[in-house]
């Protein structure tokens, strides 16, 4: 399976050049499903969750082509409307599989899906918003079997602004026919991301951004050019490295616009932060400062993707601090293993109780979830002596070579 050993104590510094973004290139490769002709992705990261999109895209018969982090896909051809529960027991994600089927063969057969144990993670809303716009949907032997003849725009009031139904909504709606709206939408970055490649694909689109998104579904789209954003969690999963370790790093190819929340906070933490346009430089205190209540949020709130890293610095903290986790029930797995290493954590619900202590021990910990992974990984960069990290499976889900990026600013780490 993996697992990460380190040896603690050596501040992160130098300069990182940030990959393309895990949830921002996942939406964009089920979207060039709804393509017919070639698409050129640039940026593309080489993890895990990528690479299991691949094969699906593959199954349903893309042709795939990589050329360093450059991804070529033929999507002329689709051969099956169907997926297999394997693939989407492994993966969130291809839930979306859902929605550009549907679009454009007017069905799909599909799992429910997988992804972290972060919680109970249903798919209603997205169940919900297919048959308001005509998807009519029977489970038979655990498959979801949709029948899309009827297809019309709709609007669509989201109970909650769920990403991953956002999405959907937004994939299904390119294609169908007539005008959708979306209220109550999620704002993330990766919804405008979307946006912005599926206009490019010949969709209309707009309002991606905000709460309310409109779609006029045309008939055909075509193949693109695109360059996938910076990956946000994993610049912030660096800058909480380097704070945590009293550490000085820069980090390139990043938009600091879009992690507002986390670099508000690192600052409140006492980090020293400048920012360029597609830079951000951090030099951490000599002690972490608490921080006031944190509630992860929908975007622009906390990212709940960051909440297991942040909770990791402010164990090192010179106070108490306080965060709700609000978006995921179950994504405080990570607690348990942070007191091994001496965090002095207490939970009361969905609320964690972080006391700073003067330092953290290497302990043998184990992985739960990929953020709640990477949060381990930043604990035994700073703790005393050795830390082994169990189940770099999860970690590798969302970060392509952790270890090497950590390694070359200075970091004593290792996959095994
Ligand atoms: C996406 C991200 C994930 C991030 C999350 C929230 C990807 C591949 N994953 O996940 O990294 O943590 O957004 O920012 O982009 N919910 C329902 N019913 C539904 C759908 C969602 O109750 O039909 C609930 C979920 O259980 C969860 C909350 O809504 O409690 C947010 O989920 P959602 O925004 O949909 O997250 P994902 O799209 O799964």
């Not at 033929?74 to 550009?100: E, H």
């Not at 007539?178 to 206009?199: D, K, M, R, S, W």
């Not at 980090?251 to 879009?258: F, R």
Request: aromatic letters at 6%; glycine letters at 12%; proline letters at 4%.
């Amino acid at each position: 399976m993996g697992r990460y050993r380190i040896e603690g104590g050596y501040p992160l510094k130098g300069t990182l050049t940030i990959r393309g973004s895990k949830n921002g290139i996942l939406p964009v490769l089920a979207a060039v499903m709804l393509t017919e002709g070639e698409t050129i992705l640039h940026q593309c990261p080489f993890i895990a969750d990528v690479f299991l999109t691949m094969e699906v895209l593959e199954q349903l018969g893309c042709r795939v082509k990589w050329q360093g982090r450059t991804v070529t896909i033929d999507s002329q051809n689709c051969i099956s409307t169907a997926i297999d529960s394997k693939s989407v027991q492994k993966m969130r994600s291809s839930i979306l599989f859902m929605g550009v089927l549907l679009g454009r063969c007017r069905e799909a057969k599909i799992g429910y899906p997988g992804g972290c144990e972060i919680g109970m993670r249903p798919i209603d809303l997205h169940l919900k918003a297919f048959r308001k716009m005509g998807v009519k949907i029977k489970e038979e032997k655990g498959l979801l079997c949709c029948d899309g003849s009827r297809i019309v725009g709709k609007k669509i009031n989201l109970d909650f602004p769920s990403v991953g139904a956002t999405e959907n909504c937004m994939l299904l709606a390119a294609k169908a026919k007539g005008h959708t709206t979306i209220y109550n939408a999620a704002c993330e970055p990766e919804i405008v991301e979307l946006q912005t490649f599926l206009n490019k694909c010949g969709a209309k689109v707009k309002g991606a951004g905000t709460d309310c998104i409109h779609i006029e579904g045309v008939k055909k789209l075509h193949g693109t050019e695109y360059s996938i954003a910076p990956d946000r969690i994993e610049a912030g999963t660096f800058l909480c490295g380097a704070a945590i370790t009293k550490g000085e790093i820069q980090l390139k190819n990043v938009c600091p616009n879009a992690m507002r929340q986390v670099l508000l906070r690192l600052g409140e933490a006492g980090c020293v932060i400048k920012e360029g346009k597609e830079e951000i430089y951090l030099k951490a205190p000599e002690k972490i400062l608490p921080v006031s209540k944190i509630h992860t949020g929908p975007y622009p709130g906390f990212p709940t993707d960051m909440q297991p890293q942040f909770m990791t610095v402010l164990t090192l903290a010179g106070g108490t601090s306080i965060i709700s986790e609000t978006v995921f029930e179950a994504r405080f797995k990570h607690i348990g293993e942070l007191c091994r290493m001496g965090a002095d954590i207490a939970v009361e619900g969905q609320t964690a109780i972080i006391k700073g202590v003067k330092k953290l021990h290497g302990a043998y910990v184990s992985g739960k979830d990929l953020r709640g992974g990477a949060a381990l990984i930043l604990a035994g960069l700073a703790a005393e002596g050795e830390t082994v990290v169990e189940n770099a499976c999860y970690v590798q889900r969302g970060y392509e070579q952790i270890e090497k990026s950590l390694f070359s600013l200075g970091a004593k780490i290792f996959l095994e």
